[in-house]
Structure formats: structure tokens, C-alpha cells
């Protein structure tokens, strides 16, 4: 029996030695199959794996920062250190983005994954910090839309920039060209004309819908809005995150329903 055990511990070494590590390219594919299975925290593991094999790996580097951006959404901000926590995320994956540009320039991804990350991280910011920040997530989006025109992510980025950029209006917009410069113009006009072209692109996304609907929200067209959340609750979850967005815009809902009378 001592010498089956020492025999059968011996194979299982031997075995172990034998079996071939993974490749980038194999640990990028597990990220891939993890994100569709919509496991966001596997993913992202298994990008960072890639980047430890080859830390120059292009898709490894957009990737993973789309996946911090992914895994910082579904923080519990409410918890003790979550708030911190979720920024340090999206701190990362800038950085990650910006490491992608580096090694590839002229691809969409990096740049529209910068514009992610940076423009997740500001909407915790104050108001003299975001438009500190506004211009080069802008220009990192319309980057990505130069390098791919039909970028759905870039399009529902540029439309969130001009809808948090006019919210900022008024006395305090006046304040900022004061002390800031030049102020940055946002519209929501414009915040749905990009929305509506993400949509266009891509009318199964369920977050492209969410934020249309709170730009219809935010320009009193409530029939328009109450249709957008509709769409959220009926299609099919397709990311980690779309359960999530359907329960916000459950909540939407429940907020203008007596505007709707």
C-alpha cells in the first residue's frame, strides 16, 4: 500500500511537471470565456496571468483595464473601504489603458478604454475636478471613434460626457470659465443624438438603453424614457453587469410614473 501511494504521488508529479503552462494567448481566450459567462473577477485574473507572461501584450492590456472598469461597477460602494476600493480600480485600469496606447496608438480599444476608466473615476469627482478632467476623456473618446466609426462604447461615452458636462450649468458654469478657462460645452441635445447612435449600433445592449433613458429623464420626454427602461427590463442579459442595469432602470421607472399620467 506505502509503495502504491509513493507510486501514484510520483505520477501525480510527473504529470504535473509534464502538463504544458498556458500561453497569453490561452490565459487571453480564458478571459474571453470568463467574461461571456459574465464572471468579470475571472476575467480580469486571467488578463493580469497574460500581462505576467507578456507585460507588453496589447489585447492583455486594453482588456484588463476593461475588465477593472467591469469589476469596480459591481463594488459595494456602501461597504467599509468599498468607496476606495472602486477608485483604485478605476486608477488602474487608466493606467493599464494608457500602458495599451503605448505599445498600439492606432487602435480604438486603448483609447476608448482610457475614456472608460477616466471618465468612471470622475463622475465621483467634484464638479472643478470633472471638467479638470473632461477634456481629455473627450478626446480619448473622439480618438476611439476616429480609429473605429462604429465604436457603440465610444458613442454612449461621448453622449454621458455632454450630458454630465450641461449639468454643470449655469452660475457654476460661469464660476468655471472664471477659474478654469475655457469651459467645455455639453448638451443634452447632443447627449441623445450619440446615445441614440450607440443604441443604433448595438440595440441589444441593455446599458446603452439605461442611459438613453435618463437623458430622455433629464429632458422631461417621459414617454420616450418609461420606453427605453421597458427595453432594459425585456432583453437578455448578455454582461455582469446587466442585472444590475435592469434593477436601475426598474428604478427609474418607479420614479416617473406619475409623470406619465
Not at 25 to 36: F, H, N, P, T
Not at 64 to 73: I, N, W, Y
Not at 201 to 225: F, M, Q, S, W
Request: glycine share 6%.
Amino acid at each position: 500500500m506505502k509503495k502504491f501511494l509513493c507510486l501514484s504521488v510520483a505520477l501525480l508529479l510527473a504529470l504535473a511537471v509534464s502538463a504544458p503552462a498556458q500561453t497569453a494567448v490561452e490565459l487571453i481566450k480564458a478571459g474571453d470565456d470568463a467574461r461571456d459567462q459574465r464572471d468579470d473577477a475571472k476575467a480580469l485574473e486571467s488578463y493580469l496571468a497574460a500581462l505576467e507572461l507578456e507585460p507588453e501584450n496589447y489585447e492583455a492590456l486594453w482588456k484588463a483595464s476593461g475588465s477593472m472598469v467591469d469589476v469596480a461597477d459591481l463594488v459595494n460602494v456602501r461597504a467599509k473601504g468599498g468607496l476606495e476600493k472602486q477608485k483604485k480600480y478605476y486608477q488602474d485600469a487608466a493606467e493599464y489603458a494608457r500602458k495599451a496606447i503605448a505599445v498600439n496608438p492606432n487602435d480604438t480599444n486603448g483609447h476608448f478604454q482610457l475614456s472608460a476608466a477616466l471618465g468612471m473615476y470622475a463622475l465621483g469627482l467634484g464638479n472643478k475636478e470633472k471638467i479638470a478632467m473632461s477634456r481629455e476623456i473627450k478626446a480619448e473618446i473622439e480618438k476611439s471613434i476616429e480609429l473605429d466609426p462604429n465604436n457603440d462604447g465610444a458613442y454612449h461615452a461621448l453622449g454621458r460626457w455632454h450630458r454630465t458636462i450641461a449639468e454643470i450649468g449655469g452660475a457654476k458654469r460661469l464660476l468655471g470659465g472664471i477659474l478654469y478657462g475655457k469651459m467645455p460645452k455639453g448638451t443634452n441635445e447632443e447627449a441623445l443624438t450619440y446615445l441614440i447612435k450607440a443604441v443604433e449600433i448595438k440595440p441589444d445592449d441593455i446599458h446603452h438603453h439605461l442611459e438613453l433613458g435618463r437623458t430622455y429623464v433629464v429632458v422631461e420626454d417621459y414617454k420616450e424614457a418609461a420606453a427605453e427602461f421597458r427595453k432594459c427590463v425585456d432583453l437578455p442579459e448578455a454582461s455582469g453587469k446587466d442585472a444590475m442595469y435592469k434593477q436601475e432602470a426598474k428604478a427609474e421607472l418607479r420614479k416617473i410614473q406619475n409623470k406619465l399620467k
